[in-house]
């Protein structure tokens, strides 16, 4: 182990800080190498703390120099450094400790502290990057002033940033400058920010609610300038949406962002400079795609937010990150949803929890939304603390309605303004707002694992009674056993013979003529609905109230009811995905006993009737028209039979494609690109809904005509989007052009890096016998690196998490491709090397062969001796009590 053994940071040991930070003044002295940090702070010991004994300030890989408390250099054997950091054995009650280190951020692979990325140098801290900067309390329930003053050589680095307002610059000698940044609202240090280097900028002005003037800055290499545009529009609505929605202004005369290319994740929300993935700031229609479009357009707004939530009111600690995260990804959310599309939204919303977080909550990382313990926090920003996080804040939303849950925000931002707090004091505001007890709301919070209901339902003509019989079931994860029932809020609908929702009351609920809310509190409930004239088909869940499973058994009949007539937009999608589902996995079991698979005449009907359904719209017949995910649908078969899903969702495509090929062809040339590119929601949904048609239709695998319709949208290089769709099939089928297509398109963007990432992706995720060998060839690439995390994810990432085929293939040769990938990667940059090992962690799931495979490649990892953030993965993974 690099990192001797590592130690678990448990949520019952929090114990408040031994000392606060009031003010700090750091000063960079910035060099291509070997950079000097001194640090002037003023520290006092906190009221609220029992601890007297001798004070660590976190640091790690620090050269220091020399250290000062209140003006007096302090001898070595006046402190103590270690792998953690710096210990003062007896500190006075208050001082100022000053200090200078030197750090290597040319030398940072890891893109955690301060690092170099292109000629520039930025920083990252969340979570704990801080330390690697200089000495400091580097938890985040210590709120500090910061003053900062960075120098730099003039003509590399002529842009000098920090956090909060700009104050003096000015010249140094030896063509060196410098300038000063003042943050006026105290901060915890992961929020903490600089950047320096070449960069131009646009420009936009924002009169808030009240009249403060912000200048709006968004900073890229000059390169990119002209892609700008579209994260700033998002930006100017976002900060409208939030004044709008949740009466929150900015609160700083300047807002900066800048786009980096070297970056761990998607963003990150430092307080009035926002770093960047360049991946969500840089998009031309040339160059991006809609979703890129809309990611960027969310990924601006959610880090926007976060100032709010998330800067002015931070966490206690870092067991309480769903507290910002899950509530700024339903703030996010809803902002889309205002944008563009509510429904496709949902949609996609909860199709990304159904497929990645119920899978995450079923496997050996399982945790709660307020973990309970951690080996390394990097390893926590997951799928269950930001969209289950975003979940849970949702349904009490439900619960209250959006008076009172306006009336429970306003509370929250107004009594814990510049704090750092818990989840728990979160829900004591929704509680004080609806005067509602949400005493068992708190175990969303605390256990792990999807519940399920499982559902019965009866109906009794004679004495026109409809009864409900629902158990719900919370399953054991690692460490939660025998978990109480959950509070759920589960949505409600009956449809009649005709389609009508019934009008419904339950006690003293109302349905309002459409969906009733029902609260369910009890391991086992029973629902009796009176007068109720014939026997209707529920509508379960309506809009997904809930992130749970449900367990009924559907017919056939039922839910081409539900996909034809069903008042939520949401349950009707959901019911086609319910009979595709149904359909995929009989095929699957038909072909495992050698019969040949069959495609049901109704379903085929229900998509024609689906495809040319003129009141709804495109976007959402797109999502109807997309099959679920072989991942989604191997949680439904005790044993993943990955190829079996996929010669089944194939051999469906394939059926369909044939039996509608005329419709699909005449709906595909009424919606085909004519005019100017927009990136508004109806074009959205027209392409989403024509490209949609167009992998139908590629299905027809040797139908020249269609293969044609795919060499000509290439061909026509309208806008990205449409590039890619065709790209993508063409790249995934075994045609001869294949190579010249692909050729060409590397010739085009070979000097734009994020276009090259999806040039790398669809040959990742083609699913052909060469694939695996492609991907290493790739990897050989001039555009490519192992030390860039946006190069891994698209060509290693979308393998391994993007083409289940080629990924869990019998021989153990894609397992044993992530074992030495990870291993690779681990001494650079263990954050992005832990996310890739992962993909391991559901391997029970499949037969015993790949089982075999999948743990070698996971012994593998641990005996090699990794970071404590792969370690963590493996070593979970490979636990008894896993699954
Ligand atoms: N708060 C950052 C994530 C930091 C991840 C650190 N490993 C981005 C976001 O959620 O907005
Ligand atoms: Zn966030």
Redesign the pocket.
Known sequence: MKDSTPRSIRLADYRPPPYLIDHVSLRFDLRETGTRVFSFMRLRRNPASEVTESLLLHGEGLDLQWLAIDSMRLGENEYRVDSEGLHLPAPPEQFELSSEVIIAPEANTALEGLYRSGGMFCT?C??EGFRRITWFLDRPDVMTVFDVRIEADRERYPVLLSNGNPGATGELPDGRHFAEWHDPHPKPCYLFALVAGDLKHIEERFTTASGREVRLRIHVEPHNIDKCEHAMRSLVAAMRWDEEHYGREYDLDVFNIVAVDDF??????NKGLNVFNSKYVLARPDTATDADFQGIEGVVA??YF?NWT?NRITCRDWFQLSL??GL?VYRDQEFSADMGSRPVKRIEDVRLLRTHQFAEDAGPMAHPVRPQSYIE??NF?TLTV?EKGAEVVRMQARLLGPKRFREAMDRYFERFDGQAVTTDDFVACMEAASGRDLGQFRHWYDYAGTPVLHIQDSYDARKRRYTLKIRQEVPDTPGQHDKPPFHIPFAIGLLDGEGRDIPLRYGEIDSDGGSLLLELREREEVFVFDDIEERPVPSLLRGFSAPVKIDYDWNEEQLLHLMAYDSDGFNRWDAGQTLLRQVILRMVAQRQEGASMSVPEALIGALRTALFDEQAEQALIAEVLTLPAIGYLGDFMAVVDVDGLHAAREHLKRTVAAALREDLLMRYEQLRETGEYRIEAAAIGRRRLKNTLLSWLASLENDDAVFQLLLDQYGAQHNMTDVMAALSLIADSGRPEREDILADFARRWATEPLVMDKWFSVQAMAVRPDTLAQVRALMDHPAFSLTNPNRVRALIGAFVNGNPVGFHAADGNGYAFLAEQVLALDPLNP?IAARLARALARWRRYDEQRQQHAQEALRRMISAGVSRDVYEIASRSLEEDAE
Request: proline share 0%; hydrophobic share 25%.
């Open positions: 990252q969340e979570a761990n994740m998607g963003a990150m929300e959610h880090e976060h998330g910002k995260e700024t926090i990097n920003y930001y954050q």
